[in-house]
């Protein structure tokens, strides 16, 4: 499968702890996207890769979330000290980041419930 | 700042219907608009792109189009079956981007249930 692929799909915590996600995207992609999609809402931005620089962080990732691409290659992301309001689809998508109509391909997501 | 509303939120019809759902964005500056199929816990399907220079786009029984100029879109599914149950996002790419930027801003959403 040469999709983006995201680990786990599920994830249940207690609240305070800390949690990471992983993300790989399509091989030859150097743009990675991070997005949250809570109950009855569309998906919303959090951050976005150029290989390994970190180029833009939507308001909505408090100083308890923090993302890495170490290599370029795959991505993590860390939310620390959970709180019940975290509980999310974690979404992961990648392109090639380079002009043209080409269409946004996702992962199948992490659900995270804090309990 | 871009929003994107999808009407209706939820939407029931028997098999066998012709049906249309809406979304309209509120900045017409788009690059492209992107609709995805999401079904129950599971991440983004992509069904259609659109450029920003097209007025549609069709894969089999889906057809979408797109008029900047008045904000909307509209994805036309023809002779609807059970397995279309599902949530139909439409989502828009920003302006000035080359359709390179993948930060995009969706819809809520419209909750489609086919019944046999």
């Known amino acids: 499968d040469t999709g983006v692929s995201q680990d786990p799909r599920h994830k249940i915590t207690k609240r305070g702890q800390n949690v990471t996600f992983r993300c790989d995207p399509i091989?030859?992609?150097?743009?990675l996207y991070w997005y949250r999609q809570t109950l009855g809402q569309g998906p919303e931005f959090l951050t976005y890769?150029?290989?390994?620089?970190?180029?833009?962080k939507s308001r909505l990732l408090s100083d308890r979330f923090s993302a890495e691409r170490p290599k370029g290659s795959f991505s993590t992301l860390e939310i620390q000290r959970t709180e019940q309001g975290d509980s999310a689809m974690y979404l992961c998508a990648s392109s090639l980041g380079v002009t043209g109509a080409r269409a946004a391909f996702f992962g199948q997501g992490t659900r995270l419930t804090v309990v | 700042k871009q929003e994107v509303t999808q009407i209706p939120a939820a939407l029931s019809v028997p098999e066998g219907e012709n049906l249309v759902l809406n979304c309209s964005f509120t900045?017409?500056?788009?690059?492209?608009l992107q609709w995805f199929r999401q079904d129950p816990g599971k991440g983004l399907t992509s069904l259609l792109l659109?450029?920003?220079?097209?007025r549609e786009q069709t894969s089999g029984r889906l057809n979408a189009s797109l008029d900047k100029s008045s904000g909307r879109s509209t994805l036309y599914i023809a002779a609807s079956q059970p397995g279309d149950s599902a949530t139909y996002l439409c989502a828009v790419f920003p302006p000035n981007s080359g359709g390179s930027n993948y930060k995009l801003t969706f819809g809520k959403g419209t909750l489609l249930t086919v019944n046999p």
């Open positions: 890769f150029q290989n390994e620089a970190q180029l833009e």
């Open positions: 900045d017409s500056a788009i690059y492209n």
């Open positions: 091989s030859e992609h150097n743009r």
């Open positions: 659109i450029q920003s220079s097209q």
